[in-house]
T-cell receptor
Framework: IAGITQAPTSQILAAGRRMTLRCTQD?????MYWYRQDLGLGLRLIHY???????GKGEVPDGYSVSRANTDDFPLTLASAVPSQTSVYFC?????????????FGEGSRLTVL | GESVGLHLPTLSVQEGDNSIINCAYS??????FIWYKQESGKGPQFIID?????DKRQGQRVTVLLNKTVKHLSLQIAATQPGDSAVYFC??????????FGPGTRLSVLP
């Protein structure tokens, strides 16, 4: 069972470039999330989706966009990357659309913006 | 905004001793709490959860204690092993809200 698959694992990106981080889950979970992890700040929610076709803003949404065309995929796009978006990005999912219960995390995507 | 924090950023314990990792939360309306373990280079993994109608819950070698009076959460690991070395996060949520994570505590197990 794959669970959550994220791609790429690591990427170095020039400032101003567009970048999409991919996230796919095979657990048929309703809810999906994107977090960024920075040293000393823990995990901060960027965007979330409680069910296919809906999305919402988290704590730090600026500079990011998401879409949820189907249950399995939840890509995160940086339209014009800036150095402050250098971080490790984690995609997660949970079974319930009401954001209850355990979160299942991917292995992360390390992004460096120069 | 609401916040979840940890009292100590690092904790070192001898192999075989018990570990206690603490967490303070600020949202008195939070009714669900989870502890996660994150090993180097990996995503967080669920350890144990507790709802606000409980004050203690036990798992395999782990116990979570919840003190709602002082808004404090702790994770106790019995007979700490080298494989327990990781960063531990607490997370809280209230009804209709998203999870809020603390900054994490790094647990190092000494031989």
């Amino acid at each position: 069972i794959a669970g959550i698959t994220q791609a790429p694992t690591s990427q170095i990106l020039a400032a101003g470039r567009r970048m999409t981080l991919r996230c796919t889950q095979d657990m048929r979970h309703n809810a999906m999330y994107w977090y960024r992890q920075d040293l000393g700040l823990g995990l901060r929610l960027i965007h979330y989706s409680n069910t296919a076709g809906t999305t919402g803003k988290g704590e730090v949404p600026d500079g990011y966009s998401v879409s949820r065309a189907n249950t399995d995929d939840f890509p995160l796009t940086l339209a014009s990357a800036v150095p402050s978006q250098t971080s490790v990005y984690f995609c997660a999912s949970s079974p319930s659309g009401a954001n209850t219960g355990e979160l299942f995390f991917g292995e992360g995507s390390r992004l460096t913006v120069l | 905004g609401e916040s979840v924090g940890l009292h100590l950023p690092t904790l070192s314990v001898q192999e075989g001793d018990n570990s206690i990792i603490n967490c303070a939360y600020s949202n008195s309306a939070s009714d669900y709490f989870i502890w996660y373990k994150q090993e180097s280079g990996k995503g967080p993994q669920f350890i144990i959860d507790i709802r606000s109608n409980m004050d203690k819950r036990q798992g395999q070698r782990v116990t979570v204690l919840l003190n709602k009076t002082v808004k404090h959460l702790s994770l106790q690991i019995a007979a700490t092993q080298p494989g327990d070395s990781a960063v531990y996060f607490c997370a809280e949520k209230g009804y209709g809200q998203n999870f809020v994570f603390g900054p994490g505590t790094r647990l190092s197990v000494l031989p």
